[in-house]
């Protein structure tokens, strides 16, 4: 089964520009992708963020499926404690009338941010997050499956009513999320990117539990959010990786900048200490050249029993970032499709 490839995008803020710009560039690069051939655009979740500007991926779900023809769009993911589900649902029900079918709406439990800013967004967020299968359960039925006979808000309809639905999908960085996203029988991503520790295992839970639900998914479908990142040479690309290497490091510490650029990231005085670190991050990262990029990717998603990739690659040059993913498309030969793919 050939790998099928995604863009993830952070909205990642650069170092010398502002957040305004880090949405310009995530608008022209998803217009981009729709030309190139990838089969989704995906736009994460942050608040209170220097780093990244993309604290409202609804938004950007909107504009995105309004200036593309086929890719598919969608969130990785809205951050469903944080919000009512009824709203979710509305959403994406005018994400679906701007662009039917062609609508993902990835769900996700932690709080993509700092405790105090999830508590600014939901003063209940202690219970919140334990009630995240509920309020999943209760999104999908007012997409379309139907809330349960007894449910409080049974008469309530979550407008506009539209023939086609959001493909909803789990997302995580833990088992948690795997056998939510495998009981009712979704499509789910591991976000390989945050943390690889266990991926396999989380990943092998999912299917290995997965239960079929015939009007949603048949069969478990997996897909993994992986950093990657190309350049037309091996030493190109690990040039520009120095951007993402100071900025990993910046995280890994509790500091959450602005991305660096390669020449900040050349100047940094790392500690032993801090190399030491980022040779261990270094040596599994998926950089090169893009038909390493290509092999790594995919043995990558064989491991992973992964049908699809959503690929991140913060780059500070906007123009190499685009050329990234433009290389990416031409080493898996993709071309537009006819219409927008699906969990299968």
């Known amino acids: 089964m050939t790998l099928r490839l995604g863009i993830l995008d952070q909205s990642t803020i650069a170092s010398g520009r502002g957040a305004d710009a880090a949405i310009r560039e995530t608008l022209a690069l998803a217009r981009l992708a729709d030309d190139w051939g990838y089969g989704r655009y995906w736009l994460a979740e942050h608040h209170n963020s220097p780093s990244h500007a993309g604290s409202a991926p609804e938004m950007l779900v909107a504009a995105i499926a309004g200036t593309t023809q086929r890719i598919r769009v969608g969130t990785a993911g809205?951050?469903?404690?944080?919000?009512?589900a009824l709203k979710v649902a509305e959403q994406f029900k005018v994400a679906e009338a701007i662009a039917p079918g062609r609508i993902d709406l990835g769900l996700g439990r932690a709080p993509g941010s700092d405790g105090?800013?999830?508590?600014?967004?939901?003063?209940?967020?202690?219970?919140?997050?334990?009630?995240?299968?509920?309020?999943?359960?209760?999104?999908?039925?007012?997409?379309g499956d139907g809330l349960p006979e007894g449910h409080p808000f049974r008469a309530v309809a979550a407008?506009?009513?539209?023939?086609?639905r959001p493909e909803v999908w789990i997302l995580g960085s833990s088992d948690y999320?795997?056998?939510?996203?495998?009981?009712?029988?979704?499509?789910?991503?591991?976000?390989?990117?945050?943390?690889?520790?266990?991926?396999?295992?989380?990943?092998?839970?999912?299917?290995?539990?997965?239960?079929?639900?015939?009007?949603?998914?048949?069969?478990?479908?997996?897909?993994l959010g992986v950093f990657a990142l190309t350049a037309d040479t091996e030493a190109e690309a690990w040039r520009l990786y120095k951007s993402r290497e100071l900025w990993r490091l910046f995280r890994d510490t509790g500091r959450f900048p602005p991305l660096p650029s390669v020449e900040e990231a050349e100047a940094y005085p790392y500690s032993e200490a801090e190399r030491a670190h980022l040779d261990r991050i270094r040596a599994k990262a998926i950089v090169g050249a893009p038909e390493q990029v290509k092999a790594k990717l995919?043995?990558?998603?064989?491991?992973?029993?992964?049908?699809?990739?959503?690929?991140?690659?913060?780059?500070?040059?906007?123009?190499?970032?685009?050329?990234s993913y433009r290389l990416l498309a031409e080493a898996f030969g993709l071309k537009p499709a006819a219409a927008p793919l699906a969990a299968e």
């Open 78 to 84: 809205v951050m469903l404690p944080h919000y009512s």
């Open 116 to 143: 105090r800013t999830a508590f600014a967004l939901n003063p209940n967020a202690n219970e919140a997050a334990d009630r995240f299968p509920n309020q999943v359960v209760d999104l999908l039925g007012w997409l």
């Open 159 to 164: 407008n506009p009513q539209v023939p086609t």
């Open 177 to 223: 999320g795997a056998q939510l996203a495998a009981y009712l029988g979704l499509p789910y991503c591991f976000a390989h990117f945050i943390s690889d520790r266990g991926s396999e295992q989380v990943t092998a839970l999912y299917r290995e539990g997965f239960r079929p639900q015939p009007e949603r998914l048949g069969a478990p479908h997996c897909a």
């Open 298 to 323: 995919e043995a990558l998603a064989a491991a992973h029993g992964a049908q699809e990739v959503a690929v991140l690659s913060p780059c500070h040059d906007p123009a190499a970032r685009q050329r």
